[in-house]
C-alpha cells in the first residue's frame, strides 16, 4: 500500500490515447511514496472503432486544424450515411461509402498529416471488414 505518493510512472504506447492504433494495448501505473513504497497495477485493453468514432476523430482533426472545415463538412457528410446504412443493415452500401470516404480522406490536401491519414485508413478498413 502507497500512501502520501512521491512519485507515479504511468505507461502508455502513447500520450494521446486517441492516436493508438487499434488492437491490444497495456497501461501500466506505478507509484512510490515518501517511505519509498512502491505499488504498481496493470490493465490490458481494446482499442476498436466505429463510424462514430470515425466521425468524433473528423471534429476533432477540424477542431485542431488537421483538416479544413470544408473537407470536415464533406467527411462527416460521408460518415452520416454510413450511419444510417448501417442501422438500415445495407452492408454492402456502408462499405461502399467507407470506401469513397477513405479516398478523400487519404488526399494530403484534405488530411495533412501522414501518420493520420495512416490511423483513418486503419479505421476505415477495421469498419468495413466488420460487414464482410
Given at each position: 500500500?502507497?500512501?502520501?505518493?512521491?512519485?507515479?510512472?504511468?505507461?502508455?504506447?502513447?500520450l494521446?490515447?486517441?492516436?493508438?492504433?487499434?488492437?491490444?494495448?497495456?497501461?501500466?501505473?506505478?507509484?512510490?511514496?515518501?517511505?519509498?513504497?512502491?505499488?504498481?497495477?496493470?490493465?490490458?485493453?481494446?482499442?476498436?472503432?466505429?463510424?462514430?468514432?470515425?466521425?468524433?476523430?473528423?471534429?476533432?482533426?477540424?477542431?485542431?486544424?488537421?483538416?479544413?472545415r470544408?473537407?470536415?463538412?464533406?467527411?462527416?457528410?460521408?460518415?452520416?450515411?454510413?450511419?444510417?446504412?448501417?442501422?438500415?443493415?445495407?452492408?454492402?452500401?456502408?462499405?461502399r461509402?467507407?470506401?469513397?470516404?477513405?479516398?478523400?480522406?487519404?488526399?494530403?490536401?484534405?488530411?495533412?498529416?501522414?501518420?493520420?491519414?495512416?490511423?483513418?485508413?486503419?479505421?476505415?478498413?477495421?469498419?468495413?471488414?466488420?460487414y464482410?
Amino acid at each position: 500500500m502507497v500512501s502520501g505518493a512521491a512519485a507515479t510512472e504511468t505507461t502508455l504506447d502513447s500520450l494521446e490515447t486517441w492516436r493508438l492504433p487499434l488492437g491490444e494495448h497495456r497501461l501500466e501505473v506505478t507509484a512510490t511514496d515518501t517511505a519509498g513504497n512502491v505499488a504498481s497495477a496493470g490493465a490490458d485493453f481494446t482499442v476498436t472503432t466505429s463510424s462514430v468514432d470515425l466521425r468524433s476523430l473528423v471534429h476533432r482533426l477540424r477542431d485542431g486544424g488537421e483538416i479544413n472545415r470544408t473537407s470536415a463538412v464533406l467527411l462527416t457528410s460521408l460518415l452520416d450515411t454510413v450511419r444510417f446504412m448501417e442501422q438500415a443493415g445495407d452492408h454492402s452500401s456502408v462499405e461502399r461509402v467507407l470506401g469513397v470516404f477513405g479516398g478523400i480522406a487519404a488526399r494530403p490536401a484534405v488530411v495533412r498529416d501522414a501518420a493520420l491519414r495512416e490511423l483513418i485508413a486503419g479505421d476505415v478498413t477495421a469498419i468495413a471488414e466488420s460487414y464482410r
